[in-house]
């Protein structure tokens, strides 16, 4: 078989399992292996092994296990809970205030945990039944929602920009920095979006004076529940920008921090340590089999040319940098729907980068048009992971038709941040260059 029916089989045969619904990391794994015998040599299954071997000595993979252990503590030490409460005594009152309210506690556990589906999930337990009784529009209520939640994967410590860094072997720290004012731009897009909606259509977002009015006191109280999430922040983000530790060493000390909230809290038992930690072991497990899964995929890809054919391929199209550029987007935006972002980053980075580093594409700015487009992916009907997440959170009133209605202007408000920082990379470059 020639290089491109190499290349063809490969891609076709890990689509077909995939949408069978097998677990990706077996999918990837088991294909690895059969191509390595059909198409090669049985003797080249050492290059599997090898690439196992590499994988589980990297250190760098070290900080995925804390930072989930971090998010597990925090998740369950009710200081989301105490954040929403506080938000709704300072915008409550503000036409669209609660929403805006969902947009900022989001940014704000982007900021401590980096879990996409532990954000979707607490706002629609807390923020989605107080917008719908207060007469929000269930399209507008549950989009917030949805999009807002996918700030954790921008937003610093993100799981997956420690994969792309480790994958695309640049520096994690500044991989980490990076998404800081991207994920800062897109919160602000939305709450913009939140304010004209309620300007324009108010009957989205009906005014409620008969609510109760909190006195100043009560509001500048309310802000003491801000004090762990921002010792938390500083800690993890301070510690990795002004070079005080390396982003697994931030990692340790994220989980300190999120273990003195939970003493606070008085939630820290040894029930909820085990807990936490078997949350973590599973997550941690998954993440792992997918990364060796697809490392192998990828070593058995390269080895047989699919790689360089479709460098070749792409090289040959004779295109504007850009216009590759897009179409590489495109064909994230699509993986996103229908496969986790680890298993993303591991396929498809090992073969994106030789052409960016072709184009002479920042590739420090290229993992965070990464980061977006896999956004754009998890909140695109029908099938973004957030849309799964909010499901089980929906009263019967509300229908997933609504929530794919109501997440479209989010995405394309997505699609505006994209543009964005394509056009003004300066965004996204000029934190991580003032790194200590």
Not at 49 to 77: C, K
Request: contains cysteine.
């Amino acid at each position: 078989m020639t290089s491109t029916e190499i290349l063809i089989t490969m891609f076709g045969g890990l689509t077909l399992f995939l949408l069978a619904g097998l677990p990706v990391a077996f999918v990837l794994g088991g294909l690895s292996v059969l191509f390595t015998v059909v198409f090669w040599d049985s003797s080249a299954l050492v290059v599997l092994v090898l690439q196992m071997f590499d994988t589980m000595h990297s250190e760098a993979l070290l900080g995925i296990p804390l930072y989930i252990f971090m998010a597990m503590l925090l998740q369950r030490s009710d200081v989301i809970r105490d954040l929403y409460t506080a938000m709704e005594l300072w915008f409550g009152r503000v036409r669209g205030g609660l929403a805006i309210g969902t947009v900022v506690i989001c940014l704000v556990m982007a900021a401590m945990t980096g879990v996409v589906g532990a954000a979707v999930t607490a706002m629609g337990i807390l923020a989605l039944p107080e917008m719908l009784k207060r007469g929000y529009d269930p399209r507008l209520a549950t989009g917030t929602i949805c999009a807002s939640g996918t700030l954790g994967i921008l937003i610093p410590p993100s799981v997956l920009t420690i994969v792309y860094s480790v994958t695309a072997q640049v520096s994690i720290g500044k991989m980490l920095i990076a998404g800081i004012v991207p994920g800062i731009l897109l919160g602000l897009l939305y709450i913009g979006y939140i304010l004209i909606i309620g300007y324009i259509r108010p009957e989205m977002i009906p005014a409620r004076e008969d609510s109760r009015k909190a006195s100043w006191r009560e509001k500048f109280s309310a802000l003491k529940t801000l004090i762990l999430p921002s010792m938390i922040i500083v800690m993890v983000l301070g510690s990795i920008f002004f070079g005080v530790a390396t982003p697994t060493e931030a990692a340790a000390v994220g989980v300190l921090g999120a273990a003195i909230a939970a003493v606070l809290r008085g939630n820290l038992n040894r029930a909820m340590l085990y807990d936490c930690a078997t949350g973590t072991l599973k997550t941690t497990g998954m993440i792992l089999w997918i990364t060796l899964g697809a490392k192998a995929y990828v070593a058995i890809f390269t080895g047989l040319g699919g790689a360089d054919t479709l460098f070749q391929m792409l090289e040959g199209l004779d295109a504007n940098p850009y216009v590759v550029l897009a179409l590489m987007m495109l064909i994230l935006m699509f993986l996103g729907t229908v496969l986790d972002e680890i298993g993303i980053i591991l396929l498809t980075v090992p073969v994106f980068l030789p052409v960016i580093q072709f184009y002479g594409f920042d590739q420090i700015w290229f993992g965070v048009l990464f980061a977006l487009t896999i956004q754009m992916g998890y909140i695109s009907p029908p099938f973004g992971y957030t849309l799964f997440y909010i499901k089980g959170t929906l009263p019967r009133s509300v229908s997933m038709a609504t929530v794919y209605r109501g997440i479209l202007p989010f995405f394309l408000l997505q699609v505006v941040g994209l543009l964005i920082c394509v056009a003004l990379p300066d965004l996204v470059t000029w934190l991580p260059e003032r790194m200590r």
